[in-house]
C-alpha cells in the first residue's frame, strides 16, 4: 500500500481546517443568538416586574381634594427626571394608622453606583400619615439600567405629559413607556402599556 503524498495530506488538513473553522462559525453563531435572547427574555422579565408593581399602584389610586395627605402627580420635574407620585391603597407596607394607604414615589435618576449615562429607576413608600422624614430621602434602588421612562396622562381625549390631581383630579389611563438599557450597544425595545384609573377616592 502506498502512503499518502505531501499533497494530499495538505489538502486533507485544509479540508479539516474548512471544516473545524464551519462547526466553529455554527456554534458561535448560536452562542451568540443564545446571550441575545437571553439579555432580551432578561429585558422582557424587568418590564413585567415593574409593569405589575406600577398596576397595582396605579388600579389603588386613592385622592380626595382638600385632603393633604393624597397625591397624585407625575411627569417629569425640574431636574428633568422622569417621576410618578401618588397615594394608592395598593400597599406593601403595615400603616400604623390601619388606613391601608401609603404615599409612593417613583424617580429615574443618574446611577452613581454605575458609568456614567447609566440610569436607576428609584421607588420609595410609607404611611400617608407617617411623621417620618419625607420619602423622597429614602429612595431605594428598584431597577438598574433602565435607559429611559416616560409617562403620559389621558383625560377627556387628550394624551397629557405633566399631570397634578390638586389641578384636575385623578385621569382615566396613564401610559407609561421604558427602555432597558442592556451591557451592550445594541438598540433595545421600548416597553409601553396604560393602566386605567378608577375613581376609588371619590373626586
Known amino acids: 500500500m502506498r502512503g499518502f503524498t505531501l499533497i494530499e495530506v495538505l489538502v486533507a488538513m485544509s479540508l479539516l481546517a ?7 462559525g455554527i456554534f458561535g453563531g448560536v452562542n451568540s443568538a443564545k446571550l441575545r435572547l437571553d439579555s432580551d427574555s432578561a429585558d422582557y422579565h ?8 406600577l398596576g397595582r399602584e396605579l388600579h389603588g389610586a386613592y385622592f380626595r381634594p382638600g385632603d393633604q395627605t393624597t397625591m397624585f402627580r407625575g411627569g417629569v420635574n425640574d431636574r428633568d427626571e422622569p417621576f410618578l407620585e401618588l397615594t394608592t391603597t395598593a400597599v406593601t407596607l403595615v400603616s400604623d394608622t390601619g388606613s391601608g394607604i401609603s404615599e409612593v414615589r417613583y424617580r429615574l435618576a443618574p446611577d452613581p453606583e454605575a458609568d456614567a449615562g447609566r440610569q436607576v429607576l428609584l421607588r ?7 411623621t417620618a422624614a419625607p420619602v423622597d430621602g429614602r429612595m431605594m434602588r428598584l431597577a438598574p439600567n433602565v435607559a429611559s421612562l416616560s409617562l403620559r396622562f389621558y383625560t377627556g381625549g387628550r394624551w397629557l405629559e405633566q399631570w397634578d390631581a390638586r389641578q384636575g383630579g385623578l385621569p382615566q389611563l396613564v401610559e407609561v413607556s421604558l427602555v ?3 451591557q451592550d450597544e445594541r438598540p433595545r425595545i421600548p416597553f409601553t402599556t396604560a393602566f386605567e384609573i378608577p375613581d376609588v377616592g371619590g373626586q
Open 18 to 24: 474548512i471544516l473545524l473553522a464551519a462547526v466553529y
Open 180 to 182: 432597558v438599557a442592556g
Open 124 to 130: 420609595a413608600e410609607r404611611s400617608r400619615q407617617s
Open 46 to 53: 424587568l418590564a413585567r416586574v415593574i409593569f405589575d408593581r
